[in-house]
């Protein structure tokens, strides 16, 4: 499998804004859906965005709707996600996913599965700490 590396995590306080950024094989950009999951102490897995091969078709968990942009660069073989407003309920492992599916503009359907079951390719996780 194609490694994901992700980076960009950190300790910030509530209200401020982190940049997450994953980079991978370049076989996957332009071909993969993309998505970020997170994980917060004790609590399973959940889809925070998705985001299709050709980058423009993208959708939010209601909880990170209008805080939260994902992007990629394809360019730079890197997935980013910006992320403004942080609570402290967003503190949690980040992780970045990829799968290929052909036929998809949109995000291909495993990519919205609860929990990520089926993902091809995961990252290792970066870590958000948000203060209050």
């Known amino acids: 499998q194609g490694q994901l590396v992700e980076s960009g995590g950190g300790s910030v306080e509530a209200g401020g804004s982190l940049r997450l950024s994953c980079s991978g094989p370049?076989?996957?950009?332009?071909?993969?859906?993309w998505a970020w999951f997170r994980q917060a102490p004790g609590k399973g897995r959940e889809g925070v965005a998705v985001?299709?091969?050709?980058?423009?078709?993208?959708d939010y968990a209601d909880s990170v709707k209008g805080r939260f942009t994902v992007s990629t660069d394809n360019a730079k073989n890197t997935l980013f996600l910006e992320m403004n407003s942080l609570k402290p309920d967003d503190t949690g492992m980040y992780y970045c996913?990829?799968?290929?599916?052909?036929?998809?503009?949109?995000?291909?359907?495993?990519?919205?599965?609860?929990?990520?079951?089926?993902?091809?390719?995961w990252g290792q996780g970066t870590q958000v700490t948000v203060s209050s």
């Open positions: 996913a990829a799968t290929i599916a052909m036929g998809y503009v949109s995000p291909c359907p495993i990519m919205r599965t609860p929990g990520g079951g089926g993902v091809g390719h």
């Open positions: 370049d076989y996957l950009f332009g071909r993969a859906s």
């Open positions: 985001i299709g091969p050709g980058g423009r078709d993208r």
